[in-house]
């Protein structure tokens, strides 16, 4: 990824749109294979990073078909260390997604900088990593990318990044020859040979992160991209070389990297695993990272918060055209919004990130070569801009073209797509595969998370219940984790869609059902009534809200207590549209730091329509 020098963000340039979809447009975030990533707020502030599809993958019909099924099983995700996918759009000139969004360092960058992480470090890093797969699996889907460029390293923690639209590139004309969208040397011995990739196969690449992050030495040897995929490829013959890594690694890099998938340890397993070597529980970030990395994060989130200003022309003429043409885009923006459409209202740069999450984050692209000059041609949906002039002195705003490599595996036939510098088409999101543990479907329905079933409360029939005839099923058990908010802000949830919308302020809780808040008296507020259920049918749901109803609010010191809202609490609702609500709540996940913080809530809803 090319970003501003010495920041996580880089001006507009004169081509770039100002607007999209009612998202105003405020910086550049990077670019590479598969489109170019801005930076831009929701309505309510919450910055996120938005992903623009290049127009060769959006020109094709197959890519939008896919691009929306695999999205689409992207947003089921909910968990820790994830960065989510909060909207997308498939039918404009030119696909568009967009993610929740927090600076931070991806790993590769770590790494190349920093050199190669604390033992420790590294187990808390490997630990959430496999947490965050958990939530990914159970949804449904395999990551299928997982590389130190894919690992977002924040204050907060870590986080998995691009999961969502790789998979949708597989069909295109850039790979309907047999081409294996990835990054051979972070690749599975499966994946390199072109078989079919399930759940384990992002267990191997995390023995081999694990691997680099800890030493910075590949189990598989030096050399290209190529090379070590073909090693990779040939592992039953040419075993990873595991000495001289750390003796408490040993066991965690055995466990991953072994060539039969149905051997490799599970994610709850290597969870374990990583806290008990980790020597503390791995949501304890006080101090994680070594200090030069941690100031450089800290560095960066203060940078995001003052965006650079759009790279303007020099001509008196052109100039004044280019800032006409990005205020038309502002007006347009607010007006979106105003409309009621889920877009931003012309927040601007001063709104600031306080999210806990990373944006869609492109791999680095360092070693590309230049763009050609002169820009792209622009969309149906973006005016054409005057033409370009130079850009102001110290600012260099060549960026990466979509250069493509085809490397050939040796004895095995499979066709890898390589951006220049080997690294795999580092742009896109990687999969978000609709996968079971022992096959792969594609175009199948969305499924409901693996674990539902199991952690599912007991049911009892209401004997004064209406007839369960009366309760259509819209949805069940849909995953949804109700974070503390950060300070002064508010988490409002919407039952109805359900959705999640962090980060908002007083007064935009609308047709919204609760709101967990930071301001005044911080806590939990029910904007509907909501009662204690002991099981789950519907009938039983809706005698509790009319029996057992809880009080309007549980204040922060309640919820830090722990003993109105538990595992296995079965919370329900008449919502704002007059469907019955379920929220189940599956785990409960304490937050450190000072002034008893408020814990996190990780459920599954259910909704019913009646009558």
């Known amino acids: 990824m090319i970003i501003g020098t010495g920041s996580v963000l880089a001006p507009l340039e004169p081509h770039d749109p100002r607007e999209t979809a009612g998202y105003r447009l405020i910086a550049r975030i990077g670019e590479g294979g598969m489109g170019t990533v801005y930076l831009s707020h929701t309505r309510g502030g919450q910055p996120v990073a938005l992903k623009l599809i290049r127009r060769e993958f959006g020109q094709d019909p197959d890519f939008r078909g896919r691009f929306e099924q695999e999205v689409r099983a992207a947003r089921r995700v909910q968990g820790y260390h994830l960065v989510p996918v909060l909207d997308h759009d498939t039918t404009g000139p030119l696909p568009w997604l967009a993610s929740e969004f927090v600076p931070g360092l991806s790993l590769h960058d770590a790494l190349s900088a920093y050199g190669p992480l604390p033992l420790a470090a590294v187990f808390q890093l490997i630990g959430c990593t496999a947490r965050a797969l958990g939530s990914i699996h159970a949804a449904g889907v395999v990551h299928r990318d997982l590389k130190p460029a894919n690992l977002l390293l924040g204050a907060a923690g870590p986080y998995v990044i691009d999961f969502g639209i790789a998979r949708a590139a597989d069909g295109t004309q850039l790979t309907r020859t047999g081409g294996v969208i990835g990054t051979p040397q972070y690749m599975s011995p499966e994946h390199a040979l072109g078989a079919e990739t399930t759940t384990a196969s992002d267990l191997f690449a995390v023995g081999l992160i694990a691997a680099v992050a800890a030493t910075g030495r590949h189990p598989y040897g030096e050399g290209g991209a190529t090379a070590i995929g073909v090693r990779i490829a040939n592992t039953d013959r040419l075993p990873p070389d595991l000495n001289g890594y750390p003796a408490e690694l040993r066991p965690l890099l055995e466990r991953c990297l072994t060539p039969d998938p149905a051997e490799r340890i599970g994610t709850d397993e290597l969870a374990a695993m990583c806290e008990l070597f980790a020597g503390q529980p791995l949501n304890d970030f006080d101090g994680w990272l070594p200090e030069p990395l941690g100031l450089e994060i800290a560095r960066r989130v203060r940078a995001a918060e003052n965006p650079p200003a759009p790279t ?208 005044s008296d911080a806590g939990l507020v029910f904007l509907t009534a909501t009662g204690k259920s002991p099981g789950s049918t519907p009938e039983e749901c809706k005698d509790a809200v009319g029996t057992n109803a809880l009080t309007s609010k549980l204040t922060k010191d309640q919820l830090h207590e722990g003993k109105e809202l538990t595992k296995g609490t079965v919370l329900c609702t008449v919502t704002s549209d007059g469907n019955l609500a379920m929220l189940r709540i599956t785990e409960v996940v304490p937050n450190k730091g000072n002034f008893r913080p408020a814990p996190d809530y990780v459920t599954a809803v259910t909704l019913w329509k009646t009558g």
Do not use: C
Not at 399 to 417: D, I, Y
């Open 312 to 519: 303007v022309l020099d001509s008196g003429g052109a100039g004044g055209a280019g800032a006409g043409a990005a205020a038309g885009a502002g007006a347009a923006a607010a007006a979106a919004a105003a409309a009621g459409g889920f877009g931003p209202a012309g927040t601007g740069a001063g709104t600031g990130v306080s999210g806990a999450f990373a944006g869609v984050h492109d791999a680095d692209t360092a070693f590309a070569p230049p763009r050609p000059a002169g820009p792209p041609r622009p969309s149906a949906a973006t005016p054409a801009p005057p033409a370009p002039a130079p850009a102001p002195k110290g600012f260099r705003g060549g960026l990466v073209a979509a250069s493509l490599v085809v490397a050939v595996l040796a004895g095995a036939g499979t066709v890898w797509l390589l951006d220049e510098d080997g690294s795999g088409d580092d742009a896109k999101a990687p999969a978000a595969r609709q996968e079971n543990p022992a096959a792969s479907v594609s175009g199948s329905p969305d499924p409901a998370p693996a674990s539902s079933a199991s952690s599912a409360p007991k049911t009892s029939p209401s004997a004064s219940a209406p007839p369960k005839a009366a309760y259509t099923v819209v949805f069940q058990d849909k995953p949804l984790t109700l974070r503390a908010p950060s300070s002064s802000t508010g988490t409002h949830v919407d039952l109805d869609a359900p959705k999640v919308v962090p980060n908002g302020r007083i007064g935009e809780d609308k047709e919204m059902e609760l709101t967990y808040h930071d301001w």
